[in-house]
């Protein structure tokens, strides 16, 4: 088992700056992507950004060029630095892990970002 601790969120202006995190623990070694997904009410969960074991990252359209997804591996801890807020990005945040060879996926608790305009 995988568990997926988050902090950072809160409350930015429009064109703000947030931080996200979050630390794995448990059978870390069976990670192989780690990402970011969000959900705003009444929408779906959709993927923010993510990143592989060997660096290559992805992300959305919607945040390219404004979000940046990290990750350190001595601290089993992935970071979102989210740069240019809009209100469009108010949305619970999930930290997700997953395993390729498990083919399993494990969640964090979400953290809430709320984005004032």
């Known amino acids: 088992q995988v568990q997926l601790v988050e902090s950072g969120g809160g409350l930015v202006q429009a064109g703000g700056s947030l931080g996200l995190s979050c630390e794995a623990s448990g059978s870390i070694y069976t990670i192989n992507i780690m990402g970011w997904y969000r959900q705003a009410p009444g929408k779906q969960r959709e993927l923010v950004a993510r990143?592989?074991?060997?660096?290559?990252?992805y992300y959305a359209d919607s945040v390219k060029g404004r979000f940046t997804i990290s990750r350190d591996n001595a601290k089993n801890t992935v970071y979102l630095q989210m740069n240019s807020l809009k209100p469009d990005d108010a949305a619970v945040y999930y930290c997700n892990a997953r395993s390729d060879t498990w083919g399993k996926d494990w969640w964090g608790q979400g953290t809430q970002v709320t984005v004032s305009s």
């Open positions: 990143i592989r074991n060997g660096g290559s990252t």
